[in-house]
């Protein structure tokens, strides 16, 4: 099965690829890790981590994807998914569900993630949730 798959091979070290503000997120940068590329479009992975300081959050929203999952390798992030408040660590791996409805509103100063998406090009949907969102924390 696997042989099937064109892909091809990634090496990408920390100084290979930037940091860049032009993500999903302007109050977020990303770092590409090469493997959309490699993959020719089938999954995208990249580091993101906190920018400035959360105001309002990234809103209620879905992802068109198949497969999401979020690692988090630094800091913290507060979530709603499904209208249940969640905290997110480092360490922690969240696994987001096809369609699920949820909302980025808080996250620590030294916030960072590895977010793995198939497929690479997935597309963001902002959703209508009546659940109320707490205020996230101002830094410090």
């Not at 099937?4 to 999903?24: A, M, N």
């Not at 105001?55 to 209208?83: C, E, N, P």
Request: proline fraction near 9%; charged fraction near 25%.
């Amino acid at each position: 099965m696997l042989a099937s798959v064109k892909t091809e091979f990634s090496h990408v070290k920390p100084g290979d690829t930037p940091w860049r503000p032009d993500g999903l997120r302007d109050f977020f940068l990303y770092r590409d890790l090469g493997i959309a590329g490699a993959t020719h479009g089938k999954v995208i992975a990249h580091l993101v981590k906190a920018n400035k300081p959360p105001d309002k959050g990234t809103g209620w929203h879905i992802h068109k994807s198949d497969f999401q999952i979020v690692l988090m390798t630094k800091g913290w992030a507060r979530f709603m998914y499904d209208g249940k408040e969640t905290l997110v660590e480092a360490g922690d791996c969240v696994h987001q569900r096809p369609g699920i409805v949820h909302y980025l509103y808080d996250y620590s100063p030294d916030m960072e993630y590895l977010e793995i998406v198939s497929p690479a090009d997935f597309g963001t949907e902002d959703v209508e949730c009546e659940v109320p969102v707490p205020a996230p924390q101002p830094w410090k």
